[in-house]
């Protein structure tokens, strides 16, 4: 029979999403499971955003909407990202996508040529390896362990893009980190950036709104404007305003790859529907309570997470500053065995294993996201199961032996 083009063979499902169905599988055959591990931020967006979708569908045109994004969305965004200090943008250097990621793999296939090469720090977000892999681009991961507070430095940015690569993807606040840039370490990555004008810079900053402590958020194009003709600002509602599943990302950049995009959009979705978009323009430009609340008691649920964390002996956890995720490293435990269940432990895969069948908890094995002495916990459950959760995880360090 004919075969499947080579392109699939390099696609892989998502390790985030395979755990995530485990643990569902565990919890209908009635296990009593508290899952830490989608990033999902388990909220649900203000009552304008339901009402702006009503109207919507009651006022529903029935006709095609813009490759770009309608207007007032567009705009929305326009007026989202100048509050972010980003500005002097129009229109024309905007795009929206299906979500985030939809956007990043339309910039991988806009920007990447089969062979090119895309440099990004590791720990990385699982899709970042998956989109380069499908576009068959070669990948330079820049290795940030815990000793440097899984944070990029520019003597290793500065090596990396002297290789010239095509794209630099940079994400801040990180996952699965939760690890956030100061405008300090900002300005001095952006320093290195302007040595090397042959590369692209995508800047994915989904969490821009989740910072904590007051660190704020920075971006390249703040410290140096001059890098606004080659940095694309990625962005999503998924997870400011609690709507993974509406599917709306946008990109701010050059206009030449705005349109690149919005050239791909029509070649596949056409538009996004008139129904998410009247959502979109609701959440970005209606009340910011519920964001707001999110992000404290994000900073309060992340306070909770790292007292456990640090109380434990043999882990090493930087303190995340944004984002939702706390990512520990969990290798002291390997070579040890779980006392009540005679399982062994060799790795992160076998930790998260065994945690989840001993004590019905999920996290991702930080191989996943290129740190196998990790694991990421994600802690947007219901507040209720947040202590429950991180006792079940003490308990099982004390296990080992």
Same mark, same amino acid.
């Given at each position: 029979?004919?075969?499947?083009?080579?392109?699939?063979?390099?696609?892989?499902?998502?390790?985030?999403?395979?755990?995530?169905?485990?643990?569902? =599988?565990?919890?209908?055959?009635?296990?009593?499971?508290?899952?830490?591990?989608?990033?999902?931020?388990?909220?649900?967006?203000?009552?304008?955003?339901?009402?702006?979708?009503?109207?919507?569908?009651? #006022?529903?045109?029935?006709?095609?909407?813009?490759?770009?994004?309608?207007?007032? *969305?567009?705009?929305?965004?326009? !007026?989202?990202?100048?509050?972010?200090?980003?500005?002097?943008?129009?229109?024309?250097?905007?795009?929206?996508?299906?979500?985030?990621?939809?956007?990043? &793999?339309?910039? /991988? $296939?806009?920007?990447?040529?089969?062979?090119?090469?895309?440099?990004?720090?590791?720990?990385?977000?699982?899709? &970042?390896?998956?989109?380069?892999?499908?576009?068959?681009?070669?990948?330079?991961?820049?290795?940030?362990?815990?000793?440097q507070d899984y944070k990029?430095?520019?003597?290793?940015?500065? +090596?990396?893009?002297?290789?010239?690569?095509?794209?630099?993807?940079?994400?801040?606040?990180?996952?699965?980190?939760?690890?956030?840039?100061?405008?300090?370490?900002?300005?001095?990555? %952006?320093?290195?950036?302007?040595?090397?004008?042959?590369?692209?810079?995508?800047?994915?900053?989904? &969490?821009?709104? *989740?910072?904590?402590? /007051?660190?704020?958020?920075?971006?390249?194009?703040?410290?140096?404007? $001059?890098?606004?003709?080659?940095?694309?600002?990625?962005?999503?509602?998924?997870?400011? &305003?609690? *709507?993974?599943?509406? =599917?709306?990302?946008?990109?701010?950049?050059?206009?030449?790859?705005?349109? %690149?995009?919005?050239?791909?959009?029509?070649? #596949?979705?056409?538009?996004?529907?008139?129904?998410?978009?009247?959502?979109?323009? +609701?959440?970005?430009?209606?009340?910011?309570?519920?964001?707001?609340?999110?992000?404290?008691?994000?900073?309060?649920?992340?306070?909770?997470?790292?007292?456990?964390?640090?109380?434990?002996?043999?882990?090493?956890?930087?303190?995340?500053?944004?984002?939702?995720?706390?990512?520990p490293d969990i290798s002291?435990?390997?070579?040890?065995?779980?006392?009540?269940?005679?399982?062994?432990?060799?790795?992160?895969?076998?930790?998260?294993?065994?945690?989840? $069948?001993?004590?019905?908890?999920?996290?991702?094995?930080?191989?996943?996201?290129? $740190?196998?002495?990790?694991? =990421?916990?994600?802690?947007?459950?219901?507040?209720?199961?947040?202590?429950?959760?991180? !006792?079940?995880?003490?308990?099982?360090? %004390?296990?080992?032996?």
């Open positions: 029979m004919p075969q499947l083009a080579s392109r699939i063979g390099r696609a892989k499902p998502s390790a985030i999403m395979q755990i995530a169905e485990k643990a569902k =599988r565990l919890k209908a055959e009635g296990r009593d499971i508290i899952s830490f591990s989608i990033g999902v931020p388990n909220f649900l967006p203000g009552e304008h955003v339901y009402e702006a979708a009503r109207n919507a569908l009651s #006022h529903d045109s029935g006709q095609y909407g813009s490759n770009r994004g309608a207007d007032a *969305m567009i705009d929305a965004f326009l !007026e989202h990202i100048g509050k972010l200090g980003l500005t002097g943008y129009g229109r024309v250097n905007c795009a929206s996508g299906v979500g985030a990621k939809h956007v990043l &793999y339309n910039l /991988g $296939e806009a920007l990447l040529d089969e062979g090119d090469t895309i440099a990004f720090p590791t720990p990385y977000w699982t899709s &970042y390896l998956d989109i380069a892999e499908i576009v068959n681009a070669k990948v330079e991961l820049l290795p940030c362990p815990p000793e990029l430095t520019p003597a290793q940015l500065d +090596a990396a893009l002297a290789k010239k690569p095509r794209v630099f993807l940079f994400n801040n606040p990180s996952n699965p980190t939760g690890m956030v840039y100061t405008r300090e370490e900002i300005d001095a990555l %952006a320093e290195v950036i302007t040595k090397y004008p042959d590369t692209w810079i995508i800047t994915d900053d989904i &969490y821009n709104k *989740m910072v904590f402590d /007051g660190v704020g958020y920075h971006n390249f194009v703040h410290s140096r404007p $001059e890098l606004k003709d080659r940095v694309i600002f990625v962005d999503s509602l998924s997870k400011t &305003y609690g *709507m993974p599943g509406w =599917r709306v990302g946008f990109m701010a950049g050059p206009e030449s790859v705005a349109q %690149a995009v919005v050239t791909l959009n029509s070649n #596949h979705i056409t538009n996004i529907p008139e129904i998410a978009t009247a959502a979109a323009v +609701a959440a970005l430009t209606g009340p910011q309570d519920v964001p707001q609340a999110k992000c404290a008691e994000f900073q309060a649920k992340r306070d909770q997470v790292m007292e456990v964390m640090n109380a434990i002996p043999g882990v090493v956890c930087p303190r995340p500053q944004g984002a939702f995720y706390v990512f002291s435990t390997f070579g040890k065995t779980h006392g009540p269940t005679g399982k062994a432990i060799a790795n992160d895969v076998d930790f998260c294993s065994v945690l989840l $069948e001993a004590k019905g908890v999920a996290c991702v094995p930080g191989s996943a996201f290129g $740190e196998p002495r990790a694991m =990421r916990i994600s802690y947007t459950c219901p507040t209720p199961q947040l202590a429950p959760g991180i !006792e079940r995880i003490r308990e099982f360090f %004390a296990e080992l032996a």
